[in-house]
């Protein structure tokens, strides 16, 4: 196997998927102490970005399921979710424990809640990962599919990692509630944004 097609895969999956370590590291501090949210949350991730792969490997074959002009309104995703999280946080604030205690149940973020974020953040990626996997031909296709499905597990892995760091994990505690909705909801703004969705 040619270690520079690896060494090119990972450094497109890091440069395209960096700014889903902060996700990852805002999921899994929602979920903290409640049972199987890290199996819901790497479950999540994977199927959002087997999403993204198996769209981009059937454009690079020449069908395309999502026209182009429709990866901006992708957004809508992200931003529907940070509504959503904003609301729940300000009725928590509201009705204090009993809320707390409901989400609790729930369990912390869930693996299709996971995955929209995932494929919605990574809609963009399909347009840079067309036409590597098109001049790659099928043998250098597998190759970046199987690194980029190993590296999913290096970044869910860094993503816990930094919200359990004794500091991030405080910080992430006090001002998780805050913070995840603002990040859904940016990643939903720009994405609708810098994709002219709308008229933007």
Known sequence: MDLGIIGQAAGLFAVTNIDDILVLALFFAQGAGRTGSTRRIVL??????????????????????????????????????????????????????????????????????????????????????????????????????????????????AGKFLATRPVIAKALARWGHILLPLVLITIGLLILIEGGAFGL
Not at 99 to 108: K, P, R, S, T
Not at 138 to 154: E, I
């Open 44 to 157: 999540g991730q994977y199927l959002g970005f087997a999403a993204i792969l198996a769209v981009a490997v059937a454009a690079a074959f020449g069908a395309t399921f999502l026209p182009e002009s429709a990866i901006p309104y992708l957004g809508l995703l992200p931003l529907a979710l940070g509504l959503k999280a904003a609301w729940q946080a300000w009725k928590g604030r509201r009705d204090g424990s009993e809320a707390e205690e409901e989400q609790a149940a729930e369990g912390g973020p869930g693996p299709l809640e996971v995955a929209a974020v995932t494929f919605a953040n990574g809609g963009d990626n399909i347009g840079v990962y067309v036409p590597v996997f098109a001049t790659a031909g099928v043998g250098g296709m597998s190759v970046y599919a199987a690194v980029f499905l190993v590296l999913v597990a290096v970044w869910c892995f």
